[in-house]
Protein backbone atom coordinates (compact mmCIF):
# COMPACT_ATOMS: atom_id res chain seq x y z
CA UNK A 1 0.00 0.00 0.00
CA UNK A 2 1.49 3.25 -0.98
CA UNK A 3 2.10 6.15 1.69
CA UNK A 4 2.04 9.40 0.21
CA UNK A 5 2.22 13.04 1.10
CA UNK A 6 0.03 15.68 0.14
CA UNK A 7 1.66 19.12 -0.38
CA UNK A 8 -0.17 21.70 -1.40
CA UNK A 9 0.07 25.45 -2.06
CA UNK A 10 0.18 28.29 -4.48
CA UNK A 11 3.32 27.28 -5.83
CA UNK A 12 4.17 30.63 -7.61
CA UNK A 13 6.92 29.91 -7.99
CA UNK A 14 8.09 26.59 -6.88
CA UNK A 15 11.28 27.04 -5.03
CA UNK A 16 14.34 25.09 -3.86
CA UNK A 17 12.50 25.62 -0.05
CA UNK A 18 9.46 23.23 -1.14
CA UNK A 19 11.66 20.56 -2.88
CA UNK A 20 13.96 20.65 0.10
CA UNK A 21 10.79 20.61 2.71
CA UNK A 22 9.19 17.90 0.30
CA UNK A 23 12.33 15.69 0.36
CA UNK A 24 13.08 15.75 4.16
CA UNK A 25 8.95 15.23 5.08
CA UNK A 26 9.46 12.22 2.76
CA UNK A 27 12.23 10.45 4.29
CA UNK A 28 11.14 10.99 8.27
CA UNK A 29 7.82 9.99 7.47
CA UNK A 30 9.16 7.23 5.63
CA UNK A 31 6.49 7.74 2.47
CA UNK A 32 6.44 6.04 -0.90
CA UNK A 33 5.61 9.71 -2.44
CA UNK A 34 5.02 13.30 -2.43
CA UNK A 35 1.82 14.59 -4.29
CA UNK A 36 2.17 18.64 -5.19
CA UNK A 37 -1.49 19.83 -5.62
CA UNK A 38 -1.36 23.57 -6.60
CA UNK A 39 -4.17 25.07 -5.49
CA UNK A 40 -6.43 27.21 -8.48
CA UNK A 41 -7.74 29.61 -5.39
CA UNK A 42 -6.94 28.96 -1.76
CA UNK A 43 -9.87 29.89 0.53
CA UNK A 44 -7.36 31.31 2.73
CA UNK A 45 -6.09 33.81 0.52
CA UNK A 46 -8.90 34.40 -2.00
CA UNK A 47 -7.63 38.65 -2.01
CA UNK A 48 -3.86 37.58 -2.89
CA UNK A 49 -3.21 37.85 -7.04
CA UNK A 50 -1.17 34.83 -8.46
CA UNK A 51 0.20 33.68 -11.64
CA UNK A 52 -1.87 31.92 -13.97
CA UNK A 53 -2.37 27.96 -13.57
CA UNK A 54 -0.63 27.33 -17.33
CA UNK A 55 2.72 28.98 -15.70
CA UNK A 56 2.56 27.86 -12.05
CA UNK A 57 2.18 23.62 -13.59
CA UNK A 58 4.67 24.53 -15.97
CA UNK A 59 7.36 25.34 -13.07
CA UNK A 60 5.84 22.52 -11.00
CA UNK A 61 6.50 19.41 -13.73
CA UNK A 62 9.83 21.20 -14.95
CA UNK A 63 11.12 20.85 -11.51
CA UNK A 64 10.24 17.69 -10.41
CA UNK A 65 10.27 15.87 -13.87
CA UNK A 66 13.48 13.93 -12.75
CA UNK A 67 12.39 12.97 -9.59
CA UNK A 68 10.52 9.72 -10.07
CA UNK A 69 8.91 9.83 -6.05
CA UNK A 70 7.40 13.18 -6.50
CA UNK A 71 4.08 13.76 -8.35
CA UNK A 72 2.04 16.36 -9.38
CA UNK A 73 -1.98 16.61 -9.11
CA UNK A 74 -4.87 18.66 -10.77
CA UNK A 75 -7.30 17.46 -8.39
CA UNK A 76 -7.82 21.31 -7.32
CA UNK A 77 -7.17 23.30 -10.66
CA UNK A 78 -9.68 21.38 -12.56
CA UNK A 79 -12.48 22.69 -10.12
CA UNK A 80 -11.62 26.07 -11.42
CA UNK A 81 -13.09 27.50 -7.97
CA UNK A 82 -11.77 28.03 -4.38
CA UNK A 83 -11.19 24.45 -3.15
CA UNK A 84 -10.86 22.65 -0.21
CA UNK A 85 -8.60 20.11 1.53
CA UNK A 86 -11.38 18.31 2.38
CA UNK A 87 -12.56 17.79 -1.34
CA UNK A 88 -9.30 17.43 -2.72
CA UNK A 89 -9.05 14.63 0.21
CA UNK A 90 -11.99 12.90 -0.98
CA UNK A 91 -10.79 12.77 -4.49
CA UNK A 92 -7.52 11.63 -3.37
CA UNK A 93 -8.53 8.89 -0.92
CA UNK A 94 -10.22 6.97 -3.85
CA UNK A 95 -7.01 6.30 -5.09
CA UNK A 96 -4.82 6.10 -2.00
CA UNK A 97 -5.42 4.47 1.57
CA UNK A 98 -2.87 6.21 3.37
CA UNK A 99 -2.57 9.96 3.02
CA UNK A 100 -0.02 12.30 4.96
CA UNK A 101 -1.71 15.83 4.59
CA UNK A 102 1.79 18.60 5.21
CA UNK A 103 0.96 21.52 6.83
CA UNK A 104 2.98 24.56 7.85
CA UNK A 105 3.18 24.80 12.11
CA UNK A 106 1.30 27.75 11.63
CA UNK A 107 -1.69 26.16 10.13
CA UNK A 108 -2.50 23.58 13.36
CA UNK A 109 -3.43 26.82 15.62
CA UNK A 110 -6.15 27.95 12.72
CA UNK A 111 -6.68 24.06 11.95
CA UNK A 112 -10.33 24.11 13.28
CA UNK A 113 -11.14 27.18 11.12
CA UNK A 114 -10.91 25.09 8.33
CA UNK A 115 -13.64 23.47 6.13
CA UNK A 116 -14.42 19.98 8.01
CA UNK A 117 -11.33 19.56 9.85
CA UNK A 118 -13.11 16.24 11.83
CA UNK A 119 -13.45 14.91 8.16
CA UNK A 120 -9.86 16.09 6.87
CA UNK A 121 -8.56 13.64 10.30
CA UNK A 122 -10.56 11.28 9.03
CA UNK A 123 -9.01 10.53 5.89
CA UNK A 124 -5.01 11.79 6.40
CA UNK A 125 -2.82 11.89 9.09
CA UNK A 126 -1.56 16.13 9.63
CA UNK A 127 1.99 16.09 9.47
CA UNK A 128 3.28 19.91 10.62
CA UNK A 129 6.38 21.00 9.34
CA UNK A 130 8.05 22.64 12.60
CA UNK A 131 11.51 24.75 12.28
CA UNK A 132 13.57 25.50 14.91
CA UNK A 133 12.13 28.96 15.32
CA UNK A 134 8.78 27.88 15.95
CA UNK A 135 7.45 28.91 19.31
CA UNK A 136 4.30 27.43 20.06
CA UNK A 137 1.43 30.21 20.26
CA UNK A 138 -2.33 29.51 20.43
CA UNK A 139 -4.01 26.31 22.04
CA UNK A 140 -2.97 22.75 21.59
CA UNK A 141 -6.62 21.58 20.78
CA UNK A 142 -7.13 18.15 19.41
CA UNK A 143 -5.73 18.73 15.96
CA UNK A 144 -3.00 19.78 17.85
CA UNK A 145 -2.60 16.57 19.83
CA UNK A 146 -3.58 14.73 16.68
CA UNK A 147 -0.93 15.55 14.59
CA UNK A 148 2.58 14.67 13.86
CA UNK A 149 5.49 17.12 13.82
CA UNK A 150 8.77 17.00 12.04
CA UNK A 151 11.53 19.07 12.46
CA UNK A 152 11.85 20.52 8.81
CA UNK A 153 14.73 22.42 7.06
CA UNK A 154 15.01 26.09 8.43
CA UNK A 155 15.32 27.48 4.59
CA UNK A 156 14.27 31.53 3.95
CA UNK A 157 13.13 31.22 0.60
CA UNK A 158 9.48 32.60 -0.01
CA UNK A 159 7.57 32.96 -3.58
CA UNK A 160 6.94 36.97 -2.72
CA UNK A 161 10.83 37.65 -2.11
CA UNK A 162 11.24 35.32 -5.66
CA UNK A 163 8.59 37.64 -7.52
CA UNK A 164 9.88 40.98 -5.93
CA UNK A 165 13.55 39.86 -7.16
CA UNK A 166 12.17 38.96 -10.64
CA UNK A 167 10.44 42.35 -10.78
CA UNK A 168 13.64 43.98 -9.99
CA UNK A 169 15.69 42.39 -12.54
CA UNK A 170 17.16 40.69 -9.63
CA UNK A 171 19.61 37.16 -9.75
CA UNK A 172 17.07 34.25 -8.48
CA UNK A 173 19.98 32.34 -8.77
CA UNK A 174 19.82 29.28 -5.51
CA UNK A 175 16.23 29.87 -4.93
CA UNK A 176 14.28 27.83 -8.06
CA UNK A 177 15.90 24.73 -9.89
CA UNK A 178 17.70 26.40 -12.57
CA UNK A 179 15.25 25.84 -15.22
CA UNK A 180 12.34 27.11 -13.52
CA UNK A 181 14.78 30.23 -13.72
CA UNK A 182 14.92 29.99 -17.07
CA UNK A 183 11.62 29.72 -17.67
CA UNK A 184 10.19 32.20 -15.26
CA UNK A 185 13.14 34.27 -17.55
CA UNK A 186 11.88 33.73 -20.98
CA UNK A 187 8.25 34.18 -19.98
CA UNK A 188 9.19 37.57 -18.27
CA UNK A 189 6.99 36.67 -15.27
CA UNK A 190 6.82 38.68 -12.63
CA UNK A 191 7.56 41.95 -14.45
CA UNK A 192 4.25 43.70 -12.82
CA UNK A 193 3.51 41.56 -9.95
CA UNK A 194 5.42 41.43 -6.42
Known amino acids: MLKVGIYGGAFDPIHNGHLITAQAVKEMRELDRIIFVPTYISPHKQDVEISGVDHRVNMLQIAISKI ?7 VELKRKMVSYTVD ?3 ELSERY ?6 IGYDNIFKFHTWRQP ?3 I ?3 KLVVLRRKLNIP ?7 YRAAAFVKSPFIQISG ?3 RRRAQDNLPINFLV ?3 VQEYILKNKLYRGNP
Open 177 to 179: PEK
Open 118 to 120: DEI
Open 97 to 102: KHIELI
Open 160 to 162: SVI
Open 88 to 90: TLR
Open 68 to 74: PYFEFSD
Open 137 to 143: RGQQNKF
Open 122 to 124: KMA
